[in-house]
């Protein structure tokens, strides 16, 4: 089964602090996905990303967030100044196809 | 706006008995529907998708029915074993979209 892969597991942080969540998709995959979900709360779409840029995001994605795919294999997520909301599970998805999307372990954020 | 709602949110079964896991849905514009299960600390694992212009689809012991016209899914999960104990979420998507919308949700629990 595919596997996507995401660092660090954990991330605990001060609020206005900047945090890069980093997620390894497998190399055939071409779609790229943010999800998070708060304790206890559904699964929420932040941002897709295909073809090297934003393909869709939410209204939770605001100028706070960022994503970039720097090096053709990493894809990564910034939130410039955290907030104590933003404290939550973040997962990576990826797939060959839209219809596919295999989700990563999740980095759980905390902000302090 | 869109929703998906699940009748049961906790389903307990005997091991070894088939499980049947359902799923409304709300926007008749979903062109396809993932099944996932995410173990407690886990990310969502893909467990079998299916496309609107279908109404069965058969995996490895899993079998989702899809109806459109009571816009309802359902998962069944063949000879229920310990390890399938998770919370099981579908989740539609739309051609149009990439963003998946997840519900909150049923659990499952497996009785030895």
């Known amino acids: 089964e595919p596997e996507v892969t995401q660092t660090p597991s954990h991330q605990v942080t001060q609020m206005g602090q900047e945090v890069i969540l980093r997620c390894v998709p497998i190399?055939?995959?071409?779609?790229f996905y943010w999800y998070r979900q708060i304790l206890g709360q559904k699964v929420e779409f932040l941002v897709s990303f295909y073809n090297n840029e934003i393909s869709e995001k939410s209204e939770i994605f605001d100028d706070q967030f960022s994503v970039e795919r720097p090096d053709g294999s990493n894809f990564t997520l910034k939130i410039r100044s955290t907030k104590l909301e933003d404290s939550a599970m973040y997962f990576c998805a990826a797939g060959q196809t839209q219809e596919t999307q295999y989700f990563g372990p999740g980095t759980r954020l905390l902000v302090l | 706006g869109e929703s998906v709602g699940l009748h049961l949110p906790t389903l307990s079964v005997q091991e070894g008995d088939n499980s049947i896991i359902n799923c409304a849905y709300s926007?008749?514009?979903?062109?396809?529907f993932i099944w996932y299960k995410q173990e407690s600390g886990k990310g969502p694992q893909f467990i079998i998708d299916?496309?609107?212009?279908?109404d069965k689809r058969q995996g490895q012991r899993v079998t989702v029915l899809l109806n459109k016209t009571v816009k309802h899914l359902s998962l069944q999960i063949a000879a229920t074993q310990p390890g399938d104990s998770a919370v099981y979420f579908c989740?539609?998507?739309?051609?149009?979209?990439?963003?998946?919308?997840f519900g909150s949700g049923t659990r499952l629990l497996v009785r030895p």
């Open positions: 926007n008749s514009a979903s062109d396809y």
């Open positions: 299916i496309r609107s212009n279908m």
């Open positions: 190399s055939n995959h071409l779609y």
């Open positions: 989740a539609p998507g739309r051609d149009s979209s990439y963003k998946l919308i």
